[in-house]
Antibody, heavy 120, light 111 residues
Framework: EVQLVQSGAEVKKPGESLKISCKGSGYSFTSYWIGWVRQMPGKGLEWMGIIYPGDSDTRYSPSFQGQVTISADKSISTAYLQWSSLKASDTAMYYC?????????????WGQGTLVTVSS | QSALTQPASVSGSPGQSITISCTGTSSDVGSYNLVSWYQQHPGKAPKLMIYEVSKRPSGVSNRFSGSKSGNTASLTISGLQAEDEADYYCCSYAGSSTFQVFGGGTKLTVL
C-alpha cells in the first residue's frame, strides 16, 4: 500500500526557518516524482514544485521559484520542503503527493498534509 | 502559468446529475489528454477521482465521469449523493517545464 506520511503541524515566527518532511513507503521511492502543493486558508490548490528522488532533478512553479527549496533523501525515502525565512503569507496547509504511480502525469497518492502557521 | 478556470460553485439535488467545467488553454488542457479531477472534503487531503480525462482509479464510483472538448474539460457526477458534497479541483499537465496547473476549485452543494 502506497503511503505518504508528513511531519506534524508547525507554529513559527516570521523570519524563522523551517523544513517539513514527507516519508514514502509501499512503492519504489526513487522511481516516481514527488510534488508539493500549497493550500492557503479557504483557498485552492497550488502546485509548488516537484522532485525526482532518483537523481534529485527538481522543478519549481514560477510562483515559488526562489521562495522554497525542495530536496529528498533517498536513503530514508523522505522528501522535504524548506523555507529560509518564513513570512506570515506562508501560513497554509502543505501537501506532498506522488506523481505517476497509479495515474500518468498527475498527482495520485497524497500525504495527510502539514499545517504551517507563521505568526508573531 | 494561470490557473484553470472553474465555476466557484454548483449545486444539485440528490439523484440529479451535475457537470463542472474546467477551462484552460492550448498550452495545457487543449494539448494533452492528461486532465485529472480531485475531490476534497473539509479538513481532508485531496482524493484523485478521474485521470487522463476519463479514467477512474480503482474504488472510485462509476457515478463520476470525465470528458474533454478543446480547451475545456468536464466532470459529471450522476445520481448525486449527500457524500458528494465537497470541493472539486481540476488539474492538467502543462508540459515538461510547468508540469501541472490546477483549477481554482468548485464547491459542490447537495441540496
Amino acid at each position: 500500500e502506497v503511503q505518504l506520511v508528513q511531519s506534524g503541524a508547525e507554529v513559527k515566527k516570521p523570519g524563522e526557518s523551517l523544513k517539513i518532511s514527507c516519508k514514502g513507503s509501499g512503492y519504489s521511492f526513487t522511481s516516481y516524482w514527488i510534488g508539493w502543493v500549497r493550500q492557503m486558508p479557504g483557498k485552492g490548490l497550488e502546485w509548488m514544485g516537484i522532485i525526482y528522488p532518483g537523481d534529485s532533478d527538481t522543478r519549481y512553479s514560477p510562483s515559488f521559484q526562489g521562495q522554497v527549496t525542495i530536496s529528498a533523501d533517498k536513503s530514508i525515502s523522505t522528501a522535504y520542503l524548506q523555507w529560509s525565512s518564513l513570512k506570515a503569507s506562508d501560513t497554509a496547509m502543505y501537501y506532498c503527493a506522488t506523481r505517476g504511480i497509479a495515474a500518468r502525469r498527475t498527482f495520485d497518492y497524497w500525504g495527510q498534509g502539514t499545517l504551517v502557521t507563521v505568526s508573531s | 502559468q494561470s490557473a484553470l478556470t472553474q465555476p466557484a460553485s454548483v449545486s444539485g439535488s440528490p439523484g440529479q446529475s451535475i457537470t463542472i467545467s474546467c477551462t484552460g488553454t492550448s498550452s495545457d488542457v487543449g494539448s494533452y489528454n492528461l486532465v485529472s479531477w480531485y475531490q476534497q472534503h473539509p479538513g481532508k487531503a485531496p482524493k484523485l477521482m478521474i485521470y487522463e480525462v476519463s479514467k477512474r482509479p480503482s474504488g472510485v464510483s462509476n457515478r463520476f465521469s470525465g470528458s474533454k472538448s478543446g480547451n475545456t474539460a468536464s466532470l459529471t457526477i450522476s445520481g448525486l449523493q449527500a457524500e458528494d458534497e465537497a470541493d472539486y479541483y481540476c488539474c492538467s499537465y502543462a508540459g515538461s517545464s510547468t508540469f501541472q496547473v490546477f483549477g481554482g476549485g468548485t464547491k459542490l452543494t447537495v441540496l
